[in-house]
């Protein structure tokens, strides 16, 4: 295969960068070269999409012929800033385009907040979804659980805590989060927003599917319907109140699990080390702003779990907007200051925040893409361009490929028919590491 005109890195392999992948690879004179922390490809499709969300995790499918492209390469286990730099992107590529995503959550900022029993919804996300990082999430003694945040996370893990576990045993969830999610003795989840059911950011889809649980009760404070005119609402909206709605007026008899809504609260507190209580205060707005009305209420709880968002965090050497989160750019171009950074780019949630959905990202790299290809028909190669991977293999460093992650793959598969489902995760650091290390020269990677 000929050397083609340009080499384009991308920082991230999860939906925005295998779309920016995808749009790249039909160039017959660009290379890509697309590298990520872990040994596994798909970000947030493998590792944010809940495990029995099948229909938008078989997007993973379509993303994965990006891969058949012989121009196209997965270079994991590199992190970015460690184990390779912005300088050396740079050097070794005629574009580098950042597409790391959000890796934090934002924080309640109130009393109480650091208490056993407080944690993240990102975290607990990470944990039913099998990622290597993610600390194992122990539901004993827990009965009452709230989920603080009016978005699809907090309906995604209100739902894995709410669903009976037979229904997820066919699911690719580790068999040690199915273990702790079949011992749990759950009665009450709770999901809190400061804002009414009008405002909420919830798909309509996923919250139908939440409130038709089998075996779920739900309630929703009648007065978080005042006011609402629905001749006002979009069609999201309209249908979201529509549902929730429906199911506060649906009678199940002998549930076995509860669900509430509050809407018009906010946390003002947690009590206890562990949790044993929630102090919401009422809210209303002002002038479009949501203020507290000073009359509170107590939920007794053994877990709170927020999902009030994400936020991305700023990558070595790259220009980083502290207040919005993002690396600042203009239509995908990134900007130093007020001036464009030659040949950087970025692309999904660290481009324009966390907003949107999978496909989302596909629009969003079209246009980042557009920019790409245009800049580089102006600039041309870089004369000094260098093989980063062989740089890397100089220093006895060797990125896991394609046909590891294909390893990990047949490996998940193995373990799933073992329990009669078509794949279970690998969730643990050291297994993946020696599929990883299978047929390879050197030592072990460390991860980071």
């Given at each position: 295969m000929?050397e083609?005109?340009?080499?384009v890195?991308?920082?991230?392999a999860?939906?925005?960068?295998?779309f920016?992948?995808?749009?790249l690879?039909?160039?017959?004179?660009?290379?890509?070269?697309?590298?990520?922390?872990?040994?596994?490809?798909?970000?947030l499709?493998?590792?944010?999409?809940?495990?029995?969300h099948?229909?938008?995790?078989?997007?993973?499918?379509?993303?994965?012929?990006?891969?058949?492209?012989?121009?196209?390469?997965?270079?994991?286990?590199?992190?970015?800033?460690?184990?390779?730099?912005?300088?050396?992107?740079?050097?070794?590529?005629d574009?580098?385009?950042?597409?790391?995503?959000?890796?934090?959550?934002?924080?309640?900022?109130?009393?109480?907040?650091?208490?056993?029993?407080?944690?993240?919804?990102?975290?607990?996300?990470?944990?039913?979804?099998?990622?290597?990082?993610?600390?194992?999430?122990?539901l004993?003694?827990?009965?009452?659980?709230?989920?603080v945040?009016?978005g699809?996370?907090?309906?995604?893990?209100?739902?894995?805590?709410?669903?009976?576990?037979?229904?997820?045993?066919?699911?690719?969830?580790?068999?040690?989060?199915?273990?702790e999610?079949?011992?749990a003795?759950?009665t009450?989840?709770?999901v809190?927003g400061?804002r009414?059911?009008?405002?909420a950011s919830?798909?309509t889809?996923?919250?139908?599917?939440?409130?038709?649980?089998?075996?779920?009760?739900?309630?929703?404070?009648?007065?978080?319907?005042?006011?609402?005119?629905?001749?006002?609402?979009?069609?999201?909206t309209?249908?979201?109140v529509?549902?929730?709605?429906?199911?506060?007026?649906?009678?199940v008899?002998?549930?076995?699990m509860?669900?509430?809504?509050?809407?018009?609260?906010r946390?003002?507190?947690?009590?206890?080390?562990?949790?044993r209580?929630l102090?919401?205060?009422r809210?209303?707005?002002?002038?479009?702003?949501?203020?507290?009305?000073?009359?509170t209420?107590?939920l007794?709880?053994?877990?709170?779990?927020?999902?009030?968002?994400?936020?991305?965090?700023?990558?070595?050497?790259?220009?980083?907007?502290?207040?919005?989160?993002?690396?600042?750019?203009?239509?995908?171009r990134?900007?130093?200051?007020?001036?464009v950074?030659?040949?950087e780019?970025?692309?999904?949630?660290?481009?324009?925040?966390p907003?949107?959905?999978?496909?989302?990202?596909?629009?969003?790299?079209r246009?980042?893409?557009e920019?790409?290809?245009?800049?580089?028909?102006k600039?041309?190669?870089?004369a000094?361009?260098?093989?980063l991977?062989?740089?890397?293999a100089?220093?006895g460093?060797?990125?896991?490929s394609?046909?590891?992650?294909r390893?990990?793959?047949?490996?998940e598969?193995?373990r799933?028919?073992?329990?009669?489902?078509?794949?279970m995760?690998i969730e643990a650091?050291?297994e993946?590491l020696?599929?990883?290390q299978?047929?390879?020269?050197?030592?072990?990677?460390p991860?980071?």
């Amino acid at each position: 295969m000929p050397e083609p005109r340009f080499r384009v890195a991308i920082v991230g392999a999860g939906p925005s960068g295998l779309f920016a992948a995808q749009f790249l690879s039909a160039r017959d004179d660009v290379a890509v070269d697309i590298f990520d922390r872990l040994p596994t490809p798909y970000g947030l499709l493998r590792y944010g999409v809940a495990p029995d969300h099948t229909s938008i995790k078989a997007v993973a499918h379509a993303l994965a012929r990006v891969f058949d492209a012989p121009a196209v390469r997965f270079l994991g286990m590199v992190h970015f800033g460690r184990d390779v730099t912005r300088e050396e992107l740079l050097t070794g590529y005629d574009a580098v385009i950042y597409a790391v995503g959000a890796s934090e959550d934002l924080r309640m900022r109130v009393p109480g907040e650091d208490a056993v029993g407080s944690r993240s919804a990102r975290e607990f996300v990470a944990w039913y979804s099998g990622h290597p990082d993610a600390e194992p999430q122990s539901l004993d003694g827990v009965r009452q659980a709230v989920a603080v945040g009016v978005g699809n996370v907090a309906v995604d893990v209100a739902r894995i805590l709410v669903k009976e576990p037979l229904a997820l045993a066919v699911t690719d969830m580790p068999e040690d989060v199915l273990g702790e999610l079949r011992r749990a003795r759950l009665t009450d989840v709770w999901v809190v927003g400061r804002r009414g059911p009008q405002h909420a950011s919830f798909t309509t889809t996923e919250l139908r599917e939440l409130c038709r649980t089998p075996g779920v009760a739900v309630s929703v404070d009648p007065e978080a319907f005042d006011d609402i005119d629905d001749d006002t609402l979009d069609r999201r909206t309209r249908a979201n109140v529509a549902v929730l709605r429906e199911a506060s007026e649906t009678q199940v008899a002998a549930p076995r699990m509860r669900l509430h809504f509050l809407f018009w609260r906010r946390p003002v507190e947690l009590c206890g080390d562990p949790v044993r209580e929630l102090v919401l205060e009422r809210t209303r707005l002002d002038d479009g702003r949501v203020v507290g009305t000073g009359e509170t209420e107590t939920l007794e709880v053994e877990l709170v779990l927020r999902a009030i968002g994400y936020r991305a965090v700023r990558l070595p050497g790259v220009a980083f907007d502290e207040k919005l989160g993002v690396i600042p750019s203009e239509h995908g171009r990134v900007l130093n200051g007020s001036r464009v950074a030659p040949r950087e780019y970025v692309v999904g949630w660290i481009k324009r925040g966390p907003i949107g959905v999978i496909g989302t990202n596909k629009s969003d790299a079209r246009e980042t893409v557009e920019h790409v290809l245009a800049d580089l028909a102006k600039l041309g190669p870089r004369a000094d361009r260098v093989d980063l991977v062989d740089a890397l293999a100089a220093r006895g460093f060797v990125p896991s490929s394609y046909d590891d992650w294909r390893r990990i793959e047949a490996a998940e598969a193995n373990r799933g028919a073992s329990y009669a489902r078509e794949r279970m995760k690998i969730e643990a650091w050291h297994e993946l590491l020696d599929l990883v290390q299978a047929e390879r020269p050197g030592g072990p990677i460390p991860p980071g």
